[in-house]
Nanobody, 119 residues
Framework: VQLVESGGDLVQPGESLKLSCAAS????????MGWYRQAPGEQRELVAR???????DYSDSVKGRFAISRDNAKSMLYLQMSDLRPEDTAVYYC??????????????WGQGAQVTVSS
């Protein structure tokens, strides 16, 4: 499976941004998907994830500001980010899980998209 992120950019605090992830090489609809991020000097952390059935899970730091969604027909995963803060600055990675549930192992990672929030 190949995952390609797009939409990363430099934005000001309070602005919105939408990341996209194009998946190829697998049947997207049977896999859970997710977004992770890694800030400079920090470990990768979970941002949001969505099961094959559409159940979602968010980290406390983005809950209420970010929304994960998927379009199985287009093999696309999205992350709508609102009210961005400087601490959201990171490389964002799209992931695909082996199973339909996001409680399982991650099968594949994208190459990452840089999001920078700065005034």
């Amino acid at each position: 499976v190949q995952l390609v992120e797009s939409g990363g950019d430099l934005v000001q605090p309070g602005e919105s941004l939408k990341l996209s992830c194009a998946a190829s090489g697998s049947a997207l609809h049977i896999h859970a998907m997710g977004w992770y991020r890694q800030a400079p000097g920090e470990q990768r952390e979970l941002v949001a994830r969505i099961s094959a059935s559409g159940s979602t899970d968010y980290s406390d730091s983005v809950k209420g500001r970010f929304a994960i969604s998927r379009d199985n027909a287009k093999s696309m995963l999205y992350l709508q980010m609102s009210d961005l803060r400087p601490e959201d600055t990171a490389v964002y990675y799209c992931v695909q899980y082996y199973s339909a549930s996001f409680s399982g192992q991650i099968e594949s990672w994208g190459q990452g998209a840089q999001v920078t929030v700065s005034s």
